[in-house]
């Protein structure tokens, strides 16, 4: 791609972007590219110039990759405090943009009496990353909410999908091949606001108690397997507090990875590879990480 060729932009593009600054590990090493669109026109007019070879990553808050040493060879579309747009729609629907803070919304969709989204609180990303990830905590999850969402393709093609559209399990998403997380629908339900705030901050103190959440983390770094927790299975082997370089398998909470200051994407790599052989070796389970690897030369 020829930086020549992208015209009439409104965004913000940057070259060399350290990615650490977009992580919450606070590791990764530059983006080639780095676009902060102004809205979703503008994106759709940047995607529709690029080389359709360029390698694209999505980026939100960053709370759940893992970008290597080497940074990003290609262009990151970063969403997060830049299409934010959210509003009530109708008497129970909430639209908001990919990059609107997930805390955001939870005491938005309160202030309205509207209820179910509370454990959106605690949960440190955007609406993208969210719908990206069905992300969840306390019994709720991202989808059972989601009424519809408009996706954006490479060349900036947007559509408009039910949630049909998308296979949605524990932690895991799939929907058509080459599409992003534009916006979305959510339908909640009517309620008792007060008490919504109420449960969004007796979660903040569950997890305040229970999760190192001050602490550069990606949260859990596993998924749980079928009938067992991550953090028990790596407890009971004696890792808590073990680490590699200046990454360490928290204190608090086992399943987590903390950087305790200078810590490299290389030394998280080599802690999550040194669990999952401990845990196997003992127990015959592989334990799946939750967060997403991205390798300096992919998207
Ligand atoms: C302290 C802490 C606590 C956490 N607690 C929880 C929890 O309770 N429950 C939970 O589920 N997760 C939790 N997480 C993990 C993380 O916050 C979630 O997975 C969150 O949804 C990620 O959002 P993000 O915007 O940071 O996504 P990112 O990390 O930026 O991206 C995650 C993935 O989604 C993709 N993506 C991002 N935006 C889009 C988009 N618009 N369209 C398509 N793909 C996109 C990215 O390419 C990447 O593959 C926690 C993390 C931390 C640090
Ligand atoms: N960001 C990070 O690196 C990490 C964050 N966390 C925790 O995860 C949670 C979400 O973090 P993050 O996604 O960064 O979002 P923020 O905490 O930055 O919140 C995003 C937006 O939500 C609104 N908001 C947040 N808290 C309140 C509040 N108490 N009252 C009213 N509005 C509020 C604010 O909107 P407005 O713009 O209208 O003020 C804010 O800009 C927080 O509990 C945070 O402590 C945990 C680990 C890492
Ligand atoms: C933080 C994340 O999500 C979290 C989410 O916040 C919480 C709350 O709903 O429930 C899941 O954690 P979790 O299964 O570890 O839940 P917790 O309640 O903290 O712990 C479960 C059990 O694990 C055991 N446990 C926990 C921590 C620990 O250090 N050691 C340990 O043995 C305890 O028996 C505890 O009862 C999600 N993790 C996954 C992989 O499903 C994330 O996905 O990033």
Not at 95 to 112: D, M, N, V, Y
Not at 151 to 169: C, K, L, M, N, Q
Not at 232 to 241: A, D, M, N, P, Y
Not at 253 to 280: K, P, Y
Request: proline content about 5%; overall charge negative; charged content about 25%.
């Amino acid at each position: 791609m020829t930086l020549a060729v992208l015209t009439e932009l409104r965004g913000e593009l940057r070259l060399d972007e350290p990615l650490a600054s977009h992580t919450t590990w606070r590791v990764g090493g530059p983006a080639r590219r780095f676009y902060r669109p102004a809205d979703a026109e503008d994106l759709s007019r940047f995607l529709s110039q690029l080389d359709p070879e360029e390698p694209l990553l999505w980026l939100g808050l960053g709370s759940n990759v893992l970008i290597d040493d080497r940074g990003f060879a290609g262009t990151v579309i970063h969403t997060q405090g830049c299409l934010a747009a959210l509003e009530r729609r109708g008497e129970t629907g909430i639209h908001a943009e990919a990059g609107t803070a997930c805390a955001k919304l939870a005491r938005f969709a309160a202030r309205l009496d509207l209820v179910g989204v509370e454990f959106l609180a605690g949960i440190p990303g955007t609406m993208g990353g969210a719908l990206a990830m069905n992300a969840g905590a306390w019994g709720g999850e991202t989808w059972p909410h989601v009424a519809r969402v408009r996706t954006i393709d490479r060349w900036g093609r947007i559509r408009e999908r039910g949630p049909e559209a998308f296979s949605v399990g524990y932690r895991q998403v799939e929907g058509p091949e080459g599409e992003w997380f534009l916006d979305v629908d959510l339908e909640l339900t009517p309620g008792d606001g007060a008490a919504a705030m109420a449960r969004i901050r007796e979660l903040l103190e569950r997890r305040a108690a229970t999760q190192p959440t001050g602490l550069p983390s990606c949260g859990s770094v596993f998924r749980n397997p079928p009938g067992d927790h991550a953090a028990r299975l790596i407890e009971s082997h004696g890792l808590k507090g073990y680490r590699i370089g200046g990454a360490q398998v928290s204190d608090k909470h086992a399943n987590f990875i903390i950087n305790t200051g200078g810590a490299t994407s290389s030394d998280i790599a080599c802690l999550i590879a040194h669990v999952q052989d401990a845990v196997e070796s003992r127990t015959g389970i592989r334990l799946v990480p939750e967060v997403r690897r991205v390798a300096g030369d992919s998207a």
